[in-house]
């Protein structure tokens, strides 16, 4: 084979910019060959690298007293008590998923599940995070079906439960689906793996499926924007395997739970060329991998194919010294290629060579530590002070509030999800105590007394408004939804999706979020161990919002005592804990109703960490029969969506509210910090004594009960009156409907 | 009573069925991996839900090849119980324990949700401890669990009380509205005609606890121990 040239045109190919080649020819001392070259772009790939977040990621509080594993591993870990620690992990799929819907999602998961057991725990549960366009416009439903059904292949067939998530549209997300994935696993502290190569002579080992072509350069696509040309991308898009990696699933953790392994990584994005260069940089050694030992799906493979394909499930691991025949026999047994294909060594270099003759050979934290860190210039939007004047006096008010009701109810972003979730088996490995479809989804701990909270949240809408607010209320939306469920928070873990970078306002935004999420996490008490950052989330120049979406775990020392959004009996009390805001600013009745995205959220994080508290205070006495976060829709929302449990009649409820702007305001308006409980009328006095300790506004709003969802204003005159049931149908049909009978219309891009 | 929970390569309710029956039964209880041939010693064989060789060609097609296969057939010719659960069932239908064949679901959609189920047929060693007409809640998991076979099967089906089950509303009626999948005559699970063996696309698995939602499904594994206890003719 004729090495080809390094030209300019080379290296633009290549993703990289001349002061970047420049960099490498400085660490290398020589120029790099084709190889060589090729392992630069990838690791360098906003992708892998982070050159565009790092400095702006370190602000993030990573420390805590639960906390095993924070950022820089392939999951983070939290313990948990009695030897036990969760792994959790959030990963964009983004890129691939526009490209090819069902194998760009379906991968995402295959991903997310291998960064948890390769750190040991077994995974439990995932939960996804999708945004689209409009589903009047046909490429979004199509787009939307293929994500769903790809995500519901993977994780049925490997047998994971998917339990949950969240789905928004917006215009933004038109040309730039959202696709993340969240996947928390368990494991013992004395079971804890990471990627490292520890150990001079100790044998690397190519583990799981064999090498194909596909998805070479992966890592380089998702670091670009799209353009027209951008289904051309295909062949860069993986081809997921769930069989496959539930065998190696399997295996590998009965290779760990024997304990003859030093240390492991998955092969995702970059493939061979990550694992082998960041295992290699973690433990301060080198590795030589020989690409003829390989295990290839094709023949006349080039080095360059093999080390840069993004083939799925495979994994690299590092045996411990004498168990090289012992991990093979484990993996012969589910089938699965079983390689020695190179060993750790002390040079600190990443050798590449085939059968022996030397290919390429770079020091492994030059592609790693040595990877360059911008500080591209921050620049806030021209029109930031235009987005968030809003003129409430040029707002009309509704004067059929049940209409306005019903019409939130059936938007998309609202609406029951069911036709989505029903395609996941949330049930498998039966630990899943709460289904899909409230605040929160629960997983009981098999063997303990314990349960898991888990929930993804991200508003886009707010942090194009105010980035650092909109990043506060990221973090304390996903927060108080584990927190209705009766469980206390841990952790975070997040997905920054944002345009592209080198745009002064998309870094800007991005830099203010990070803050304010840092500050939501001190102040809750949540620090971040790790997460995603995927940039060039734009298309012909359209980019999304910049959206934050964070995951909580968090923990219920007795699961049987969690809570649900829903109603139980009538004649309980209906409760809002948290101010009597009105704050129609960035609200999705605003955006539906009046076409408006203006205005500017904002958060008292104090007052939000003092409403936890009372809520796990209040559940943990056994007040409490239900909890359900007030966010997109308002209050009016939330109090139908609570009547709607998953089987029976609905429930109604009477209410009267207090007034004090206008009455959309109160029903409708999203301000943050509040929740709405249910008790029996007994418990409501000694409720509003611990808010009165904890200082969190109380308002004791009407009863659970009846036909009707009724809302009366200040002066007694009705604000809604709807029945239960007709809402609930509304907020049913909404989305069967629109892929069932579609109001087509044109996609304008 | 002594269960074995056979485990293919892409099984994934394997451990479902294994703690069900140590954790709930409390009745002893191991896994027969497929390439084993040995089910000496079990009272009951389940075949679980799950994914088998990733149900890549036809659920179950290649599940039907494994070595375990020709003992699981022996054991029921034998007598012995044996519940297919899900992609079991599939599995039974390919290996020809049972008859008919399983259709990809009418929505042409994976579907995971609660279903009410009419007991048909409550003189079968899995629903002793139902009594016929009563409605069961049980969830199904599944992207092919139309059960089709022709009309000649499917009439010797009805005249031998094979259909167990049945796809039902809350009331117990067995209507097209309550059908999940297109299931043909709304059967969500059959007996062989000695009745030995049962296939049912939903997971009683899923639903033997308290905290999971539903108490129904144990009554099916109750029923097995009923039937071992006392063994019925068939």
């Known amino acids: 084979?004729?090495?080809?040239?390094?030209?300019?045109?080379?290296?633009?190919?290549?993703?990289?910019?001349?002061?970047?080649?420049?960099?490498?020819?400085?660490?290398?001392?020589?120029?790099?060959?084709?190889?060589?070259?090729?392992?630069?772009?990838?690791?360098?790939?906003?992708?892998?690298?982070?050159?565009?977040?790092?400095s702006h990621l370190g602000k993030f509080p990573t420390e805590g007293p639960h906390i095993v594993q924070g950022p820089g591993e392939n999951a983070g870990i939290v313990d948990i008590g009695d030897g036990l620690a969760l792994v959790f992990k959030i990963e964009s799929h983004n890129h691939p998923s526009f490209i090819?819907?069902?194998?760009?999602?379906?991968?995402?998961?295959?991903?997310?599940?291998?960064?948890?057991?390769?750190?040991?725990?077994?995974?439990?549960?995932?939960?996804?995070?999708?945004?689209?366009?409009?589903?009047?416009?046909?490429?979004?439903?199509?787009?939307?079906?293929?994500?769903?059904?790809?995500?519901?292949?993977?994780?049925?067939?490997?047998?994971?439960?998917?339990?949950?998530?969240?789905?928004?549209?917006s215009e933004v997300y038109n040309g730039n689906p959202l696709v993340n994935v969240f996947n928390v696993g368990l494991t013992r502290h004395d079971r804890i793996f990471r990627g490292r190569a520890d150990g001079a002579g100790n044998a690397v080992m190519y583990v799981g499926s064999k090498t194909g072509r596909d998805g070479i350069h992966g890592a380089t696509m998702a670091s670009e924007d799209f353009d027209e040309t951008s289904e051309e991308r295909r062949p860069t898009v993986q081809v997921g395997d769930p069989f496959t990696e539930k065998l190696l699933l399997e295996a590998c953790l009965e290779v760990m739970e024997e304990n003859l392994i030093v240390g492991i990584q998955d092969m995702g994005a970059a493939g061979l060329t990550c694992s082998t260069s960041e295992m290699a940089s973690r433990g301060n050694t080198g590795i030589t991998v020989d690409l003829a030992r390989v295990p290839r799906r094709e023949e006349g493979m080039s080095p360059y194919e093999i080390m840069l394909s993004e083939s799925q499930e495979r994994m690299l691991l590092v045996a411990k010294p004498g168990q090289e025949e012992r991990v093979r026999e484990v993996f012969a047994r589910w089938n699965l290629d079983c390689v020695a294909v190179g060993e750790v060594t002390d040079d600190g270099l990443l050798r590449v060579t085939d059968?022996?003759?030397?290919?390429?050979?770079?020091?492994?934290?030059?592609?790693?530590?040595?990877?360059?860190?911008?500080?591209?210039?921050?620049?806030?939007?021209?029109?930031?002070?235009?987005?968030?004047?809003?003129?409430?006096?040029?707002?009309?008010?509704?004067?059929?509030?049940?209409?306005?009701?019903?019409?939130?109810?059936?938007?998309?972003?609202?609406?029951?999800?069911?036709?989505v979730w029903r395609q996941y088996d949330h049930?498998?490995?039966?630990?899943?105590?709460?289904?899909?479809?409230?605040?929160?989804?629960?997983?009981?701990?098999?063997?303990?007394?314990?349960?898991?909270?888990?929930?993804?949240?991200?508003?886009?809408r707010w942090c194009w408004l105010d980035p650092r607010e909109g990043g506060k209320r990221a973090v304390a939306e996903a927060a108080r939804n584990v927190v209705c469920a009766g469980a206390r928070p841990l952790a975070i873990t997040n997905c920054l999706n944002f345009g592209n970078p080198e745009r002064p306002s998309t870094m800007w935004a991005f830099a203010e979020v990070v803050e304010g999420m840092a500050e939501a996490c001190e102040a809750l008490g949540t620090p971040v161990t790790g997460g995603n950052v995927s940039f060039y989330?734009?298309?012909?120049?359209?980019?999304?919002?910049?959206t934050p979406v964070v995951g909580v775990v968090g923990l219920l020392e007795d699961v049987s005592k969690h809570l649900t959004q829903w109603f139980k009996d009538e004649g309980d009390a209906v409760v809002l804990l948290g101010p009597a805001s009105e704050e129609l600013g960035g609200s999705e009745y605003l955006a539906v109703v009046h076409g408006l995205v203006r205005g500017r959220p904002s958060i008292d994080l104090g007052l939000e960490r003092s409403v936890h508290e009372l809520i796990l205070k209040a559940a943990g006495e056994g007040l409490l029969k239900s909890a359900h976060d007030v966010s997109d829709g308002g209050l009016a929302v939330a109090l139908a969506e609570a009547g709607f449990q998953p089987s029976g009649h609905p429930l109604g409820c009477s209410i009267s509210l207090r007034v004090e702007t206008r009455p959309d305001a109160a029903l409708f308006g999203e301000g943050p910090s509040r929740v709405v409980v249910s008790c029996i009328p007994d418990n409501v006095q000694r409720l509003q004594g611990l808010a009165e300790e904890g200082r969190v506004p109380f308002t004791l709003l009407g009863t659970v009960g009846g036909e009707d969802l009724t809302v009366s204003g200040p002066d007694g005159k009705p604000l809604i009156?709807?029945?239960?049931?007709?809402?609930?149908?509304?907020?049913?049909?909404?989305?069967?409907?629109?892929f069932e009978r579609p109001q087509e219309r044109d996609f304008d891009r | 009573m002594r269960f074995g929970v056979v485990v293919f390569p892409g099984s994934n309710n394997d451990h479902d069925c294994y703690r069900v029956v140590e954790d709930v039964l409390e009745e002893p209880v191991e896994y027969i991996w497929h390439q084993d041939s040995d089910v000496e010693g079990f009272d009951a064989l389940i075949l679980p839900g799950g994914f088998s060789y990733g149900d890549y060609l036809r659920t179950g097609a290649i599940a039907r090849f494994s070595p375990v296969v020709e003992s699981v057939k022996r054991f029921a010719d034998g007598g012995g119980l044996v519940l297919g659960?899900?992609?079991?069932?599939?599995?039974?239908?390919?290996?020809?324990?049972?008859?008919?064949?399983?259709?990809?679901?009418?929505?042409?959609?994976?579907?995971?949700?609660?279903?009410?189920?009419?007991?048909?047929?409550?003189?079968?060693?899995?629903?002793?401890?139902?009594?016929?007409?009563?409605?069961?809640?049980?969830?199904?998991?599944?992207?092919?669990?139309?059960?089709?076979?022709?009309?000649?099967?499917?009439?010797?089906?009805?005249?031998?009380?094979?259909?167990?089950?049945?796809?039902?509303?809350?009331?117990?009626?067995?209507?097209?509205?309550?059908?999940?999948?297109?299931?043909?005559?709304?059967?969500?699970?059959?007996?062989?005609?000695?009745?030995?063996?049962?296939?049912?696309?939903?997971?009683?698995?899923?639903?033997?606890?308290?905290?999971?939602?539903?108490?129904?499904?144990?009554?099916?594994?109750?029923?097995?121990?009923?039937?071992?206890?006392?063994?019925?003719?068939?």
């Open chain 1, 100 to 169: 090819e819907p069902f194998q760009g999602a379906a991968t995402g998961v295959g991903g997310i599940l291998r960064d948890i057991f390769t750190m040991g725990a077994r995974p439990l549960a995932s939960l996804n995070s999708l945004r689209f366009g409009p589903l009047q416009i046909p490429k979004n439903r199509y787009l939307m079906e293929g994500v769903v059904a790809g995500i519901a292949a993977y994780g049925n067939c490997i047998g994971v439960p998917t339990v949950g998530g969240e789905i928004h549209f």
């Open chain 1, 721 to 738: 009156s709807v029945a239960a049931s007709e809402a609930k149908r509304s907020w049913e049909e909404s989305l069967p409907g629109l």
């Open chain 2, 85 to 234: 659960i899900c992609n079991g069932f599939q599995i039974l239908l390919e290996i020809g324990l049972l008859p008919g064949a399983m259709l990809r679901n009418q929505s042409l959609k994976f579907v995971c949700q609660y279903v009410n189920l009419r007991v048909e047929n409550n003189e079968t060693p899995f629903t002793n401890q139902c009594v016929n007409g009563e409605v069961l809640r049980v969830p199904i998991a599944h992207n092919e669990g139309a059960y089709f076979a022709d009309q000649t099967t499917l009439e010797a089906l009805r005249a031998n009380q094979q259909v167990v089950f049945s796809y039902c509303d809350d009331a117990g009626r067995v209507v097209e509205e309550a059908n999940p999948n297109g299931a043909l005559e709304n059967i969500a699970g059959i007996v062989n005609d000695r009745g030995n063996v049962l296939g049912m696309m939903p997971h009683p698995e899923r639903c033997s606890e308290e905290m999971l939602g539903s108490l129904d499904g144990l009554k099916i594994f109750r029923s097995m121990l009923a039937a071992a206890k006392a063994p019925a003719t068939p």
């Open chain 1, 537 to 546: 989330n734009e298309t012909l120049g359209t980019a999304v919002y910049p």
């Open chain 1, 355 to 419: 059968d022996g003759r030397p290919l390429a050979a770079i020091p492994a934290v030059a592609l790693t530590e040595h990877a360059p860190v911008y500080e591209r210039p921050l620049a806030p939007p021209d029109d930031l002070a235009e987005r968030q004047s809003l003129d409430l006096d040029r707002v009309y008010i509704p004067e059929d509030c049940s209409a306005v009701l019903l019409e939130l109810l059936a938007s998309p972003s609202i609406a029951n999800k069911e036709w």
């Open chain 1, 427 to 460: 049930m498998v490995r039966i630990n899943t105590v709460v289904l899909p479809g409230s605040d929160a989804a629960v997983i009981r701990l098999p063997g303990t007394a314990k349960g898991v909270a888990m929930s993804l949240d991200g508003n886009g």
């Open chain 1, 1 to 54: 084979m004729v090495e080809p040239a390094i030209t300019p045109d080379t290296i633009a190919d290549h993703g990289l910019t001349e002061e970047e080649y420049d960099r490498i020819v400085e660490l290398l001392g020589r120029p790099p060959n084709h190889l060589e070259l090729g392992i630069f772009s990838v690791m360098w790939s906003e992708h892998c690298s982070y050159k565009s977040s790092k």
